[in-house]
Structures are given as C-alpha cells and as structure tokens.
C-alpha cells in the first residue's frame, strides 16, 4: 500500500464507499478532530502516568479509531463492515470517572490547566475532544451520526477532565483554582 496516491492534490479526499469530498467538508473535520484527539491521547499515554491510566488510554485510542472509521464512512455508500461504539464503552467511561471521583477531593472552583506535563497534556487532550464534540455535533445536523458517538465524545471529555485531577493528585501537583478577579 502505497503512502502517497496524488489523489487529494486536488483538495478533495474520498470516503470510506468512494465518495469524494472537499477535505474541509464536516465529515471531514469531525474525523479528523477525532485522529487529532487521538495523537494527543498517545502524547498522554507516553507520560510518566501509571498503568492502570495507560490501559485504559490505550482502550480509548482503539475506540477512537473506531469512531474514526465510523465518522469517515459515506452512510449512503458504504458497503464496509465496521466496528461499534456501543454503551458499553460509555459505560466503561463513567465507571472510570466514578472510581477517580471518590478518591479526589469535591471542586469548589474551576481549575487552572498546567502544573505538571501530565496534567497539562491531559487537558489539551479534553479540550481537542471538545472541539471533535462539537464537529460531530454540527455534522449530525446535517448527516445523521450514531447518537452513542456524540454521547462517548462528551463523556469522554468529562473523563478527561477528572482524569487530569487524579493525575495531578498522583503527582503532588497542587491545582490551581480559577478565581475571579473583580
């Protein structure tokens, strides 16, 4: 398989199904948000976190691809057999979130991102889910997506969110909280 093919010089790429697009169509850019999200999930994963977070990064990933695939399939025309998100994997998120949220202190104030390269990594990585969130989202207006993507997505982002607390506590890395100045 070749790297190169010379057929998007042009600005246009094709489907999963042949179909092609401009490569700035919403299908695109919610696709490739999610293979955005998932480089920064791999910068995540080669942080000095521990192996329980890792395995869990690495699930994600495989999901992430998945909903790649899913996201770059021409519903119309593509005859492709391929994975599923299901709930079980929004599931598998929530009990992650649940099981870090017992052990971390209540929020009483928003938190400043930073403090340690993991901590920091993690919340570029939630903030690039929220963008593939809101790609998504703006392509089901127009193109129907599978509803339990979106919903993975925006969990996914939630654990994002408390993971990089969890990862801050595992570090001794003090938040910072965002308090407003008047």
Not at 29 to 49: C, F, H, K, S
Not at 96 to 104: F, G, K, Q, R, S
């Amino acid at each position: 398989m070749k790297i190169y093919t010379k057929k998007g010089d042009s600005g246009k790429t094709s489907l999963i199904g042949g179909t092609r697009v401009p490569k700035h169509h919403l299908r695109i850019e919610a696709y490739g948000t999610v293979d955005e999200l998932n480089a920064w999930i791999g910068m995540l994963r080669d942080q000095p976190i521990q192996t329980g977070h890792k395995q869990l990064l690495l699930t994600i990933q495989d999901r992430l691809f998945t909903i790649g695939s899913l996201l770059a399939a021409d519903p119309e025309t593509s005859k492709m057999k391929l994975p599923e998100i299901t709930e079980s994997d929004v599931t598998a998120l929530e009990k992650a979130i649940d099981d870090m949220e017992a052990t971390l202190p209540e929020m009483k104030h928003f938190v400043l991102p930073g403090g340690h390269s993991s901590v920091s990594t993690c919340h570029v990585a939630r903030t690039v889910c929220r963008r593939a969130e809101r790609n998504t989202v703006h392509l089901d207006e127009f193109e129907k997506v599978d509803p339990v993507i979106l919903k993975y997505l925006n969990r996914l982002s939630d654990y994002l969110f408390v993971l990089s607390r969890k990862l801050a506590a595992e570090s001794g890395t003090i938040e910072s909280p965002w308090i407003p100045t008047t």
